[in-house]
């Protein structure tokens, strides 16, 4: 039976558990619950200012999962707690696979490239570029919508993570230099490129990559996605490690880098600084040097 102080939720979660396993008994310890028949599932509940978030990060596991089955918990349910008299009202909530996970392995990274080259990186979207609800990479909200060129995506990007960074008042160089880089930079390296909007997870380093312990396969999770150039993906596993050299390099076994090649390391220091942007938005000023970093080389190399 439920614990009291959660039957609030249970009752919210237990028609969607029903349609899974219709005649199981459920013991809840949110965030996992188990099933009689020893089946566990995954509940994340959110606060109430956070319903917005649930639904990106739901949105964007459906979207992975329709792309790459199983590279991502499935998603069962999702929502947001309803009715006047309930103490839950108002959180939102999805319900998904549950999954015992250990670290990405040289082997599991090495699926993990392959099947992020072969299947959701040539998921295109017939929208454009962006996504259909905003995501949240981090506590960042991005404002996705749809662009019809990459070029204008990114530069929009960018130029919130910007003007976040401006209302703060203590950046004044690296805003200035931001808006070079969109003014300049983003054009030159960006426009003449050949690409096509493709899912992307959005936040791709070791901490939401792992290993299924029951079969050995990749898994990744805590997606914030949008369609746009599969090279960005790989920006912040770059910044951070954890990820194994094997993923990188089979990555590029079956997604060759784009045309013009010789421009790759230049496109992979404008999409890390995304990254360094965003940080420096979460975390304050220890970001922001490495940020300035990439602006400063970039804008050098730029003609």
Not at 59 to 87: D, M, Q, T
């Amino acid at each position: 039976m439920p614990n009291r102080n959660l039957s609030s939720l249970a009752n919210i979660l237990l028609p969607h558990l029903q349609k899974i396993e219709p005649d199981a008994q459920f013991t809840y310890s949110i965030p996992v619950i188990t099933s009689s028949a020893g089946n566990k599932y995954y509940a994340k509940v959110g606060n109430t200012n956070e319903k917005e978030q649930y639904l990106g990060e739901a949105e964007s596991l459906r979207a992975i999962h329709n792309a790459a089955p199983g590279l991502v918990p499935k998603v069962f349910a999702s929502g947001v707690v309803e009715g006047e008299s309930n103490k839950e009202t108002g959180r939102p909530y999805f319900l998904s696979e549950f999954k015992e996970l250990g670290s990405l392995s040289a082997g599991s990274g090495e699926v993990l490239g392959k099947r992020l080259a072969e299947e959701l990186h040539t998921f295109k979207s017939s929208q454009g570029y962006g996504f259909g609800v905003p995501t949240y990479c981090g506590a960042t909200r991005q404002e996705n919508g749809w662009f019809q060129t990459w070029e204008e995506c990114y530069s929009i990007m960018i130029g919130n993570l910007l003007l976040k960074l401006k209302g703060r008042g203590t950046f004044t160089e690296l805003v200035t230099k931001g808006e070079e880089v969109r003014a300049r930079v983003i054009p030159w390296l960006l426009h003449p490129l050949r690409t096509e909007p493709v899912l992307l997870h959005g936040d791709l380093w070791s901490g939401n990559t792992g290993t299924d312990q029951t079969n050995g396969q990749p898994v990744i999770f805590d997606p914030s996605s949008y369609y746009g150039h599969n090279e960005a993906e790989l920006a912040i596993a770059r910044i951070f490690g954890g990820i194994p050299t094997t993923f990188f390099s089979t990555y590029h076994e079956y997604m060759p880098k784009s045309e013009p090649v010789e421009q790759y390391d230049l496109r992979a220091d404008l999409y890390e600084l995304y990254h360094y942007l965003n940080h420096t938005v979460l975390f304050g000023g220890t970001y922001s040097g490495s940020a300035l970093q990439k602006m400063n080389r970039l804008l050098r190399e730029c003609p």
